[in-house]
């Protein structure tokens, strides 16, 4: 009989937390279990991951998410304590989510708690849900999270017994995921809007934001010439998008796509034929600790499309140039980014190593099959 797994994830299963989609994938691919999704209700979410062999389960009206939060975690959390009769193994994801964990473990279900953030209880931005993770040193529940950094924080924070083991948030190297209909690629839009091939393509994806710098990439983008293209998609602020539109208006080289529709695979595929990726983030010492151990999927999103990457300083984002696929700015100044752009624009042949990198680190290492396979072999045990 096959195991009955069910993975709760409150916050949603979009672009900033794809994972419980292919984790449960996964767990249906290899043929000893039969997984759940459990989170809010999202149509457009179980559109575009239809035919991946799990169901997704809606605890909570998308209405009541949007009204009030508050009320919705609670809603969310007293629906699934039923379901949790049902399951052989839970996963939870969230500190919210992680009380539906306790009971499950109180119930004598396999439990693992997959922090996907690094949330630590007395901690500025933690939230009042972080401390039921200091009930983790007495109960037998295994602990997974984003990044070897994040696992000795959280090991450290919460006092416990192991270190939390670490998965990347890689994508998957291969998805039953498919294509939505009529998708272009960045660079295909791109050339269509300039009407002309770009010398060197610049993605920015997601996190369109001052936090992750994107004051930063409109600055960078009015003093460099109009080939060197900065095409960027996802959410952004009415604010954010009138100065983008400014300073595109003024140098010809700033496009905003706006959000991309579809599963993650869609998004990958989207981002493939941009020359670069930017994954940037502000850095302070007052900062939460989720963003000081920034651990983006948007870096192995990039990395899945064969994009090469310019990073900011963090620990986390190391891995980029110590495995030949990207650039660590010296410092997070327009000055830095500029002399970076310009001189890639001005090397094809490196240019061309650093995306041979990206898609070999990614075929090799960096794929969600690998970075999760302990996690799914304990679930499936």
Same mark, same amino acid.
């Given at each position: 009989m096959k195991k009955r797994i069910g993975i709760f994830c409150e916050a949603g299963c979009r672009y900033k937390y794809p994972h419980p989609l292919d984790l449960a994938e996964l767990a249906a691919r290899s043929g000893a279990g039969q997984a759940f999704v459990f989170g809010p209700e999202d149509e457009k979410v179980v559109q575009w991951n239809s035919g991946r062999g799990f169901a997704y389960k809606a605890l909570v009206s998308a209405e009541l998410v949007k009204k009030n939060p508050s009320l919705s975690n609670i809603v969310f959390t007293t629906k699934a304590i039923p379901e949790l009769f049902k399951l052989d193994a839970v996963v939870v994801t969230t500190t919210v989510t992680l009380l539906i964990g306790l009971i499950s473990r109180v119930l004598g279900k396999q439990t693992v708690y997959y922090a996907f953030e690094l949330m630590v209880p007395g901690r500025p931005g933690s939230g009042r849900y972080s401390v039921f993770q200091l009930l983790l040193r007495y109960m037998n529940i295994s602990v997974y999270t984003t990044g070897r950094p994040r696992s000795r924080?959280?090991?450290?924070?919460?006092?416990?017994?192991?270190?939390?083991?670490?998965?990347?948030?890689?994508?998957?190297?291969?998805?039953?995921?498919? !294509?939505?209909?009529?998708?272009?690629?960045?660079?295909?839009?791109?050339?269509?809007?300039?009407?002309?091939?770009?010398?060197?393509?610049?993605?920015?994806?997601?996190?369109?934001?001052?936090?992750?710098?994107?004051?930063?990439?409109?600055?960078? $983008?009015?003093?460099? !010439?109009?080939?060197?293209?900065?095409?960027?998609?996802?959410?952004?602020?009415?604010?954010?998008?009138?100065?983008?539109?400014?300073?595109? $208006?003024?140098?010809?080289? =700033?496009?905003?796509?706006?959000?991309?529709?579809?599963?993650?695979?869609?998004?990958?595929?989207?981002?493939?034929?941009?020359?670069?990726?930017?994954?940037?983030?502000?850095?302070?010492?007052?900062?939460?600790?989720?963003?000081?151990?920034?651990? !983006?999927?948007?870096?192995?999103?990039?990395? $899945?499309?064969?994009? !090469?990457?310019? =990073?900011?300083?963090?620990?986390?984002?190391?891995? $980029?140039?110590?495995?030949?696929?990207?650039?660590?700015?010296?410092?997070?100044?327009?000055?830095?980014?500029?002399?970076?752009?310009?001189?890639?624009?001005?090397?094809?042949?490196?240019?061309?190593t650093l995306m041979h990198n990206a898609s070999n680190a990614f075929e090799s290492r960096y794929h969600y099959e690998v970075s999760s396979a302990e996690l799914l072999g304990e679930m499936l045990s």
């Open positions: 924080m959280l090991k450290k924070a919460l006092a416990l017994k192991r270190t939390p083991k670490a998965v990347d948030c890689s994508a998957l190297l291969e998805t039953a995921s498919s !294509p939505t209909p009529g998708n272009v690629t960045l660079r295909e839009w791109a050339e269509s809007h300039i009407g002309a091939r770009p010398r060197l393509l610049v993605a920015l994806n997601a996190g369109l934001t001052e936090s992750r710098c994107l004051d930063l990439v409109l600055e960078t $983008a009015a003093q460099l !010439p109009k080939d060197i293209v900065f095409a960027m998609n996802g959410p952004i602020s009415r604010i954010w998008l009138d100065r983008l539109n400014v300073v595109g $208006a003024r140098s010809g080289n =700033c496009l905003y796509y706006g959000e991309v529709e579809g599963s993650r695979m869609d998004l990958i595929n989207f981002l493939r034929g941009a020359d670069i990726g930017l994954v940037l983030q502000k850095s302070r010492r007052a900062d939460i600790l989720n963003d000081r151990l920034y651990t !983006p999927n948007k870096l192995f999103d990039f990395i $899945a499309a064969g994009v !090469p990457v310019i =990073c900011s300083r963090q620990i986390n984002l190391r891995l $980029a140039r110590e495995n030949g696929f990207g650039i660590v700015l010296k410092a997070l100044t327009t000055e830095c980014l500029r002399l970076e752009l310009e001189a890639l624009a001005s090397d094809a042949q490196f240019l061309s």
